[in-house]
């Protein structure tokens, strides 16, 4: 697949010798560097918080979601899960369709993440708060929040997002991206807040679209179903084979030089015979200010399973920006969105001497090449909108 000149030109800087960093030349102006030269900086793996302009990019018109009745199972896996239909999200969407019966009016969605319109809002309001309250467990609280995050984004989006790519259907990307496959040593984890779910601007949902949804499976914060096939999946694969691209403050995070690769077959010759399952690579994807909360369940399930107090964390060696970053702020210079940090540790696993037989290069241009697309799908529907597509300036001084 051919990549744009920016692409090349950012390919062919990621395969010089680490640790020189990648020059930023897609941003203007240039960030001042770090003020900690002894370490570099680090990706971490989850999009940033949206700006004012971001949220107006993600704002739908006032729709009706009824139509179409319950959410089924088939429905439920054209969003880009492979998890079953979860039982406390089929529930909501239960009750919402008869309040809406009840109320003898249409539900109305629109804003951001699909929020419930008009006087049939104060109704719904109400009565899930009352929900909330008769739960007195915790993790219950958490899964019923998520539930109804997700249950009023489908409802509100039925009819007007495309069900792959999440976008408007008349700004649909899906004939534009190139599938690729992944290698079979390596699964991306796509562990997704219910906020970041079906957003417009979302990247995580680029590497299932790319490298499909067993390659890259979704796992949906708070979900028990979700997060009970993940979790499922570590436990066979072993603590081992299992990294979360998140810097751990608390410890000193590995590196991709540092992960051992134990009983995969790194033969060429033999890519489909993967031995005791595949390496798995978790990347939280949600903003910054939703980050601490993914990291915290995650921590919370690993000690619960293997009694450890620390998670296996990697970060990058190198920073690389985003062709999103034009157009989507960060919080930070040294972050960036979750499919560039997925691409950056592809390339990362590239330059080691026993993986550079798997191709993981093209694997990582594939990504980028999606993100391409996606930012001019979004930049011409802002366009046609009459919408700014100049991004603001935002921390220029923060280096974390």
Known sequence: MLLSPSLRALAFHRRLPLPRPHPLTLLQPRPPPCPSPASPC??????????????????????????????????????????PLPAMVASVVRELLEMEAEAGEKMRFGGVGSKIKGDFKDMEDKKHRAVYETLVDSDKKLQYYSARQIACRLLG??????????????????????PCNLWKGIRFWLYMHPKDFLRQNNTGKLLWQVF???????????????????????????????????????????????????????????????????????????????????????????????GEEDIPCISLSTLSASVMHKLRPQPAWDRTCTAAAASGLLWELDMRSELSAFELEKQAEAVECSLDV???????????????????????RNCI
Not at 47 to 69: I, K, M, Q
Not at 160 to 177: G, I, N, R, V
Request: hydrophobic fraction near 35%.
């Open 42 to 83: 680090s990706i971490m793996a989850f999009s940033a918080e949206p700006a004012a302009e971001e949220a107006e990019e993600e704002a739908l018109p006032a729709v009706t979601g009824s139509g179409g009745g319950e959410v089924t199972e088939e429905e439920w896996r054209r969003w880009g899960t492979s998890s």
């Open 157 to 178: 989006s039925r009819g007007y997002l495309c069900q792959k790519c999440w976008l408007p259907m008349e700004d649909c990307m899906c004939a534009k991206l190139a």
């Open 212 to 306: 499909g949804i067993q390659a890259a499976p979704l796992c949906l914060f708070g979900i028990q179903e979700s997060e009970d096939i993940m979790w499922d999946a570590f436990q066979c694969s072993g603590k081992g084979k299992i990294s979360f691209l998140y810097p751990n403050k608390s410890t000193t995070p590995m590196s991709v030089k540092d992960l051992k690769f134990d009983g995969l077959n790194l033969s060429s010759d033999h890519q489909e015979d993967v031995q005791g399952g595949p390496y798995n690579f978790v990347l939280l994807d949600g903003t910054w200010s939703n980050s601490a909360a993914l990291y915290r369940r995650l921590k919370e399930r690993w000690t619960a399973i293997w």
């Open 374 to 396: 996606l930012l001019d799908a979004l930049t011409a529907r802002r366009l046609r909108l009459g919408r700014s597509i100049t991004r603001k300036q935002r921390h220029s």
